[in-house]
């Protein structure tokens, strides 16, 4: 697992993909996380139904406190999904990483780093991975009535991971020497490979 400042003389950019700017590659990551959504919502829906969300017998109180924990907690939740993958492309020898939001993608993106593959897939893989432990483990806990504030905030985890999922599927096809670089929503890719090669691996 290695990030490089400085790419090596014999890799050159073979290709890339830009999630803010290629609408094939935009409508089929939403599209991937809304199917996502549904199966998780539909499917959880036969073992712990969805009006316990909505269950007001305790009150006005309760039912509007658990809308705002999951506003609030997706919030956080975005935050912490981004600080994951700083925390992880640092690990793995990142020198510069930045935070930004386009409007549709929340990111954390280095302009100056070329990590390997190995690098690459604990990066993107990373909140998938560690949020989702949390959320089943806090959710396990959780009575009928809060369980699905707990389970959304997953759907979000999953769902709001299908970019990073997607990445992760293109580039296990790429040469394994690929490096790339990651600006948050634009991968750049480089292999020693010729380009003919690279992308028809």
């Known amino acids: 697992m290695k990030a490089y400042q400085e790419i ?9 993909i830009d999630l803010q700017k290629d609408r094939r590659a935009m409508l089929t990551v939403n599209g991937i996380g809304l ?11 036969f073992f712990r139904p969805i009006r316990a969300l909505f269950d007001m017998s305790r009150g006005l109180g309760p039912y509007a406190l658990r809308f705002v924990v999951l506003i609030l907690g997706y919030i956080v939740y975005i935050v912490l999904h ?3 993958h700083a925390c992880v492309m640092r690990l793995a020898g990142g020198r510069d990483v930045q935070f930004g939001f386009t409007g549709m993608y929340a990111y954390a993106g280095s302009e100056v780093d070329y990590f390997d593959r190995s690098a ?16 089943l483990v806090i959710g ?26 997607y990445v ?7 040469p394994g020497d690929t490096l790339i670089m990651d600006t948050g ?15 028809n691996q």
């Open 140 to 165: 396990s806990c959780m009575p009928p009535d809060w369980f699905w504030v707990l389970y959304l905030l997953q759907i979000g985890n999953v769902a709001g991971s299908a970019g990073d999922v």
């Open 82 to 84: 981004e600080l994951t």
């Open 8 to 16: 090596p003389s014999t890799y050159h950019e073979f290709g890339n």
């Open 35 to 45: 199917a996502i959504m549904i199966v998780m919502v539909v499917g959880m829906s």
């Open 168 to 174: 992760t599927l293109r580039v296990l096809k790429m």
């Open 120 to 135: 690459y897939f604990c990066i993107a893989l990373a909140p998938l991975t560690v949020w989702f432990i949390v959320f």
């Open 185 to 199: 929503t634009r991968m750049t890719f480089l292999s020693q490979a010729d380009r003919e090669e690279a992308l």
